[in-house]
């Protein structure tokens, strides 16, 4: 009887372990490049490699544009901002160069 016991357990203790990897899995899944606040900071065009248009209608809350700079940083950006729209402007302008 002690060692259906002690097996029981161990089962028990493995699921719980599987159940917590698995819900830190699907949290971090699901925020990945998703905004939920914008940057207060106005993000030099200099220091910026790319961007990404977030929509509120796929999967985040808000719509968003979200700059990649060159310190490998993701920054979240009012679409409605004057700077936004220029340097979106100026970024997609360097694409057009090249």
Known sequence: MMCNSKNLLLAALMMSVLLLHLCSKSEAASNFDCCLRYTEHIVPPGSIMGF????????????????????KKAVCADPKKKWVKRTVRL????????
């Open 52 to 71: 990404t248009q977030q929509l509120a209608n796929e999967a985040c809350d808000i719509n968003a544009v979200i700059f990649y700079t060159k310190k």
């Open 91 to 98: 970024l997609s302008h360097r694409v057009k160069k090249m």
